[in-house]
T-cell receptor, first 119, second 114 residues
Framework: NAGVMQNPRHLVRRRGQEARLRCSPM?????VYWYRQLPEEGLKFMVY????????ESGMPKERFSAEFPKEGPSILRIQQVVRGDSAAYFC?????????????????FGEGSWLTVV | AQSVTQPDIHITVSEGASLELRCNYS??????LFWYVQSPGQGLQLLLK??????LVQGIKGFEAEFKRSQSSFNLRKPSVHWSDAAEYFC????????????FGSGTRLSIRP
């Protein structure tokens, strides 16, 4: 059972370009979370999605950032018109269906991250 | 709102010494509690988790954590650290809900002195 797959692992963009980060959850997981880790900081929640639905986007910047998790294919985190301050590691995580019924608790599994550098 | 506090930003211990990393949470009910470890340039690996039952939880790599409701704490311990334990450690909390999200502490960087 493959883990959470993120790509690209490293991405370099010039200011003003667009960055697209992809995340394929673990098999059988329909809940996806995106977190951002700025240098020397902890992980900050950005958005929580289920298939075709955004459940909680309270951590997403109001502008330039968007996320989707279509019925087919990976989840995409899209950053338009990137700025230097967007340079960070972006982590995706997934959890099983119906986490409230998961007797092991709402354990989420992380991908290895995508490191975005804006030059 | 739920929150997680890791009061120690950076800790250095000697190899073979014991370790305790502190974590306090703020939440009205007992949440799910987690410890994750992150090596440089890597993703997060789950060390252990607590959601009910025995308050002393055993994890991987010889780590354990104890949930203390009265102190709202979930401290991570290891009796004897190894140089390979040098990493960033994150405590996290999640409430029991189908639409919840895990909230992370700011992390504690662990360095090992030879």
């Amino acid at each position: 059972n493959a883990g959470v797959m993120q790509n690209p692992r490293h991405l370099v963009r010039r200011r003003g370009q667009e960055a697209r980060l992809r995340c394929s959850p673990m098999k059988g997981h329909s809940h996806v979370y995106w977190y951002r880790q700025l240098p020397e900081e902890g992980l900050k929640f950005m958005v929580y999605l289920q298939k075709e639905n955004i459940i909680d986007e309270s951590g997403m910047p109001k502008e330039r950032f968007s996320a989707e998790f279509p019925k087919e294919g990976p989840s995409i985190l899209r950053i338009q018109q990137v700025v230097r301050g967007d340079s960070a590691a972006y982590f995706c995580a997934s959890s099983p269906d119906a986490p409230e019924l998961n007797l092991s608790g709402n354990t989420i599994y992380f991908g290895e991250g995508s490191w975005l550098t804006v030059v | 709102a739920q929150s997680v506090t890791q009061p120690d930003i950076h800790i250095t211990v000697s190899e073979g010494a014991s370790l305790e990393l502190r974590c306090n949470y703020s939440y009205g009910a007992t949440p799910y509690l987690f410890w994750y470890v992150q090596s440089p340039g890597q993703g997060l690996q789950l060390l252990l988790k607590y959601f009910s039952g025995d308050t002393l939880v055993q994890g991987i790599k010889g780590f354990e954590a104890e949930f203390k409701r009265s102190q709202s704490s979930f401290n991570l311990r290891k009796p004897s650290v190894h140089w390979s334990d040098a990493a960033e450690y994150f405590c996290a909390v999640d409430r029991y809900s189908s639409a919840s999200k895990i909230i992370f502490g700011s992390g504690t960087r662990l360095s090992i002195r030879p």
